[in-house]
């Protein structure tokens, strides 16, 4: 059964600093892993989607990695903004069960003008 | 180019009422999911509706049904309302075939129980 866990759960930073997001998965069987930011009581933004072939997807000042090996997907944030602020979910859609994304409970990112 | 909307925003009903919420697919897409978020907690994987059938279901009872129109479009109802059905539902809709470019959500239901 397909586990996902982010480390750490809320993370605060000054403004301009660059920082890392973490999530692992149990299986390495994965289809795809996507993350997504949600602000308080919206829905979720997509931000970057990884397919199994890939090691890495960028977008603007983001940057995603997955290592499938190691159960491991980072997201990088450059140059942090106050309007980064939100909280970062990571999903893993494993084959054999494409459409059923298995959700962290996401890192509560604090960005301090 | 519309994204993924569901209607309503919002909703408050009585412990052993139904409810039902609406969703509409991102143009182009054909598969919608649906997703329970207890506060707090990363959102749970309900069901899978493509060619208006179940493809897939998580681990909720059978309180909880579905419906997929032929215009993409879905439903998710609710019977026998519990306080601990009170969440954020999400719908997501893909393309089933095709290049896959991951899946769009809309903005949520907020469903309180009292």
């Known amino acids: 059964k397909q586990e996902v866990t982010q480390i750490p759960a809320a993370l605060s930073v000054p403004e301009g600093e660059n920082l890392v997001l973490n999530c692992s998965f149990t299986?390495?069987?994965?289809?795809?892993l996507q993350w997504f930011r949600q602000d308080p009581g919206k829905g979720l933004t997509s931000l970057l989607l990884?397919?199994?072939?890939?090691r890495e997807q960028t977008s603007g000042r983001l940057n995603a990695s997955l290592d499938k090996s190691s159960g491991r997907s980072t997201l990088y944030i450059a140059a942090s903004q106050p309007g980064d602020s939100a909280t970062y979910l990571c999903a893993a859609e494993g084959r054999g069960s494409q459409g059923n994304l298995i959700f962290g409970k996401g890192t509560k990112l604090s960005v301090k003008p | 180019d519309a994204g993924v909307t569901q209607s309503p925003t919002h909703l408050i009903k009585t412990r052993g009422q139904q409810v039902t919420l609406r969703c509409s697919p991102k143009?182009?897409?054909?598969?919608v999911s649906w997703y329970q978020q207890a506060l707090g907690q990363g959102p749970q994987f309900i069901f899978q509706?493509?060619?208006?059938?179940?493809?897939q279901r998580g681990n909720f009872p059978d309180r909880f049904s579905g419906h997929q129109f032929p215009n993409y479009s879905s439903e998710l109802n609710v019977n026998a309302l519990l306080l601990g059905d009170s969440a954020l539902y999400l719908c997501?809709?893909?393309?089933?075939?095709?290049?896959?470019?991951?899946?769009?959500f809309g903005s949520g239901t907020r469903l309180t129980v009292v």
């Open positions: 509706y493509y060619e208006e059938e179940e493809r």
């Open positions: 143009s182009g897409h054909d598969t």
């Open positions: 997501a809709s893909s393309l089933m075939a095709g290049a896959f470019y991951g899946y769009t």
């Open positions: 990884i397919q199994s072939s890939q």
């Open positions: 299986d390495s069987a994965i289809y795809n």
